[in-house]
C-alpha cells in the first residue's frame, strides 16, 4: 500500500467522565466503579483495532487492575451511544485517584491496526502502549458507598500520527486525555432525513455541536456521523452552556454524489435539570457533483503532540447572524522518522457553491499531566466556493489567544 500522507494529527481526545449514584452500593467502606470505552467518528478508516488486555486505575498505594478485558476492540464501532464496558461494579477504597491506563495486549495474534476504505491496513504502533499502557490522566475522589461511572471517549482521529520515513508510512496512536464529571453532562440527539442515506455507498453525514460566544464566533464542541437511518447522539457535551448543531450532509453513490446546503437548530441549552436536548431535520435539493468545491492547505505551525487542529468551514446561517460551522476537518500532522512533526495538512471536498464561507483553524492544546485545555483561533479568512473549484488557502500566520 502507499503512504497516506493526509492522515490525522497529533492527539486523541479521551474524556473520562465521572458520575455518581446516590444508591449506596458494595461492599461497606468502598466505591464501585464502571468503566467504559466510546469513541468519535473518522473518515479516515473503517476499523481502528486495539487489543484490550485490562484496564488500571492508581492510587498512593499504587496500580489496581479494574476488569480484565483480553479482547480485540473496533474503536470506530462505538460511537451514537454505543459503548465497551471495560470494568463493571469494580470495588475501590475512598480516597484520591489521578490516573487510569489501558494496558495493551502482547500475545501472539494480538490486533493493534487501522483498516482503510480499501481493505488494505496498516500495523498501528503505541509507544510505551505496551509496556506502561495507554495513560489517562483523571482527577477525582472515591466516596464510600458511591457507584461511578468512567468514560473514556478515545477520539481516533486526532490520535494518529503519519510519521512518514522514505515512501513508507508509520501508524502511531498517541492519545492525550480530557476529564468531565459524568453529572455534568448531557445529551443532544435527533434524525435527520436525507435521500439515498439509507442507500448510499458511502456518506459524510458530521453533526457539529458548537458554542457561540459574545463575540458571534463559534467553537467546535463535539462532532458525530449520523447513521444510515439518519439517527445521531452528541454525548459528553458540558451542561450549563447552549449549543448549536449543524449539518452540511455529503451523500456517496455508485455515480453520482450529492451535496447538501447546511441547516442549524436554534440554541439549545443543556442544565442539570434539563441535560437533554432533541433537533430533527430534512434535507432536500442537493447539489452533483462536479457542481460542488474543494478548500485545501498547509497550516505552517504544525501541531505537537499535546495539541490537535480542527479546521472550520463556516457560513452565515446561524439564528444570532453570524456564522456557524457547518463542516470540519482534523489537522493531519506528518512527521518524521525521528518522530517530529514536519508539516500538516487540511481538507474540504463536496462544498455546495457559496460566496459567504469563512474558513478558520482552532487549535486545542492539553497541558501536559492533566486533562485541561485551552483552544486558539486562526484568523479567519474569506473565500468564495464556487462549482468545480479547488481552492488552495494556506494559513501562515498563527494563532490568536483565547478571548476572554
Known amino acids: 500500500m502507499t503512504a497516506r500522507?493526509?492522515?490525522?494529527?497529533?492527539?486523541?481526545?479521551?474524556?473520562?467522565?465521572?458520575?455518581?449514584?446516590?444508591?449506596?452500593?458494595?461492599?461497606?467502606?468502598?466505591?464501585?466503579?464502571?468503566?467504559?470505552?466510546?469513541?468519535?467518528?473518522?473518515?479516515?478508516?473503517?476499523?481502528?483495532?486495539?487489543?484490550?488486555?485490562?484496564?488500571?486505575?492508581?492510587?498512593?498505594?499504587?496500580?489496581?487492575?479494574?476488569?480484565?478485558?483480553?479482547?480485540?476492540?473496533?474503536?470506530?464501532?462505538?460511537?451514537?451511544?454505543?459503548?465497551?464496558?471495560?470494568?463493571?461494579?469494580?470495588?475501590?477504597?475512598?480516597?484520591?485517584?489521578?490516573?487510569?491506563?489501558?494496558?495493551?495486549?502482547?500475545?501472539?495474534?494480538?490486533?493493534?491496526?487501522?483498516?482503510?476504505?480499501?481493505?488494505?491496513?496498516?500495523?498501528?504502533?503505541?509507544?510505551?502502549?505496551?509496556?506502561?499502557?495507554?495513560k489517562i490522566p483523571v482527577s477525582f475522589d472515591l466516596q464510600a458507598g458511591t457507584t461511578y461511572e468512567i468514560f473514556v471517549d478515545m477520539d481516533a482521529n486526532k490520535s494518529i500520527f503519519v510519521h512518514q520515513a522514505g515512501a513508507s508510512g508509520k501508524y502511531i496512536l498517541r492519545p492525550v486525555v480530557h476529564a468531565y464529571d459524568r453529572m455534568m453532562t448531557g445529551t443532544i440527539s435527533g434524525t435527520l432525513a436525507i435521500p439515498d442515506l439509507a442507500t448510499a455507498t458511502r456518506y459524510d453525514v458530521q453533526v457539529i455541536a458548537q458554542t457561540v460566544g459574545g463575540d458571534l464566533q463559534p467553537s467546535f464542541a463535539r462532532s458525530v456521523t449520523a447513521g444510515r437511518d439518519g439517527k445521531y447522539t452528541l454525548s459528553l457535551l458540558p451542561i450549563d452552556k447552549t449549543y448549536v448543531v449543524a449539518v452540511q450532509p455529503v451523500i456517496y453513490g455508485d455515480t453520482t454524489t450529492w451535496s447538501y446546503a447546511p441547516k442549524a437548530s436554534a440554541g439549545i441549552p443543556l442544565a442539570t435539570a434539563t441535560p437533554t436536548g432533541t433537533w430533527n431535520e430534512t434535507f432536500t435539493g442537493g447539489v452533483v457533483i462536479p457542481g460542488t468545491g474543494r478548500v485545501s492547505g498547509s497550516v505552517a505551525t504544525v501541531a505537537q503532540e499535546?495539541?490537535?487542529?480542527?479546521?472550520?468551514?463556516?457560513?452565515?446561517?446561524?439564528?444570532?447572524?453570524?456564522?456557524?460551522?457547518?463542516?470540519?476537518?482534523?489537522?493531519?500532522?506528518?512527521?518524521?522518522?525521528?518522530?517530529?512533526?514536519?508539516?500538516?495538512?487540511?481538507?474540504?471536498?463536496?462544498?455546495?457553491?457559496?460566496?459567504?464561507?469563512?474558513?478558520?483553524?482552532?487549535?486545542?492544546?492539553?497541558?501536559?499531566?492533566?486533562?485541561?485545555?485551552?483552544?486558539?483561533?486562526?484568523?479567519?479568512?474569506?473565500?468564495?466556493?464556487?462549482?468545480?473549484?479547488?481552492?488552495?488557502?494556506?494559513?501562515?500566520?498563527?494563532?490568536?489567544?483565547?478571548?476572554?
Not at 5 to 17: G, K, P
Not at 36 to 59: F, G
Request: contains cysteine; charged residues 15%; hydrophobic residues 40%.
Open 306 to 404: 499535546n495539541q490537535y487542529d480542527v479546521a472550520q468551514a463556516r457560513l452565515p446561517i446561524g439564528a444570532g447572524g453570524g456564522p456557524l460551522i457547518v463542516r470540519s476537518s482534523d489537522g493531519a500532522v506528518t512527521a518524521d522518522s525521528g518522530g517530529t512533526p514536519v508539516s500538516e495538512t487540511y481538507a474540504f471536498a463536496g462544498l455546495p457553491p457559496s460566496a459567504d464561507y469563512t474558513f478558520a483553524i482552532e487549535r486545542f492544546t492539553t497541558v501536559p499531566g492533566t486533562y485541561e485545555s485551552s483552544a486558539k483561533l486562526s484568523p479567519v479568512k474569506p473565500q468564495a466556493v464556487a462549482a468545480g473549484d479547488d481552492v488552495t488557502l494556506d494559513f501562515l500566520d498563527g494563532f490568536l489567544p483565547p478571548a476572554p
Open 5 to 134: 500522507s493526509l492522515l490525522v494529527a497529533t492527539l486523541a481526545t479521551l474524556l473520562a467522565a465521572c458520575g455518581s449514584s446516590s444508591t449506596p452500593t458494595g461492599t461497606a467502606g468502598t466505591a464501585k466503579v464502571n468503566v467504559r470505552l466510546v469513541d468519535a467518528p473518522t473518515l479516515d478508516y473503517t476499523h481502528v483495532l486495539i487489543t484490550v488486555r485490562d484496564v488500571q486505575i492508581q492510587s498512593d498505594a499504587g496500580w489496581t487492575v479494574l476488569g480484565t478485558v483480553n479482547e480485540t476492540i473496533d474503536l470506530l464501532a462505538l460511537q451514537n451511544g454505543a459503548f465497551k464496558t471495560l470494568a463493571l461494579d469494580a470495588e475501590l477504597p475512598p480516597g484520591h485517584y489521578g490516573q487510569m491506563r489501558l494496558t495493551l495486549s502482547t500475545d501472539p495474534g494480538a490486533i493493534n491496526k487501522v483498516v482503510f476504505e480499501d481493505g488494505t491496513s496498516a500495523d498501528l504502533t503505541i509507544p510505551s502502549g505496551f509496556q506502561t499502557g495507554i
